[in-house]
């Protein structure tokens, strides 16, 4: 019997990455809820990010004998998102893909002319360009939640390279 070649495992790697893929819902239709009903969700959703609250973004921006470099996980702006989605997944009849903040652009289904549109648990996306670095598609660099409050009406949560930890 022949072993496998380095080629043939790559080749039942792809076809496995590509099954699972599909199975992965894209721009999922929104399903009739209720006020109250979206109320509850985008509520359990801002607890959710807040529940991650003292997570480095990245654990080697910290002194090697620190906690935060010793902690079990980080997460960076995207994958704060993509974690408590990914608690809400049977709710929220949704699946994420493990790509970055342009992948929340391309299929999220509302996109808002105005900020005056947005309510607690939105997503915020920002556009830019990193210097000197491979550009984002969309030029999308950043994502975070919206979560103003009367008195705080620009309040927002996420995970930021310079605050080291959420």
């Not at 809820?33 to 509520?43: D, F, I, M, W, Y």
């Not at 996980?73 to 998102?81: F, G, R």
């Not at 929340?104 to 309510?119: C, G, R």
């Not at 984002?136 to 409050?149: A, F, I, L, S």
Request: hydrophobic share 30%.
């Amino acid at each position: 019997m022949q072993e496998k070649t380095l080629q043939q495992y790559f080749e039942e790697f792809r076809k496995q990455k590509q099954n699972s893929l599909r199975k992965i819902k894209q721009n999922p239709t929104p399903k009739n809820r209720s006020a109250e009903q979206k109320q509850v969700l985008r509520e359990k959703f801002l607890s959710l990010l807040h529940s991650h609250a003292g997570v480095p973004y990245c654990r080697r921006n910290h002194p090697s004998d620190s906690d935060l470099f010793n902690y079990s996980y980080e997460l960076d702006c995207c994958a704060l998102v993509r974690q408590a989605i990914k608690q809400m997944e049977d709710e929220l009849d949704i699946k994420l893909g493990l790509w970055n903040q342009a992948y929340f652009f391309d299929v999220l289904p509302l996109k808002y002319e105005s900020h005056t549109q947005i309510v607690p648990g939105d997503l915020i996306l920002y556009i830019g360009k990193y210097p000197g670095e491979k550009q984002q598609k969309h030029n999308v660099v950043h994502v975070e939640v919206y979560e103003g409050t009367e008195d705080k009406p620009e309040k927002c949560f996420g995970s930021r390279w310079n605050s080291s930890v959420l």
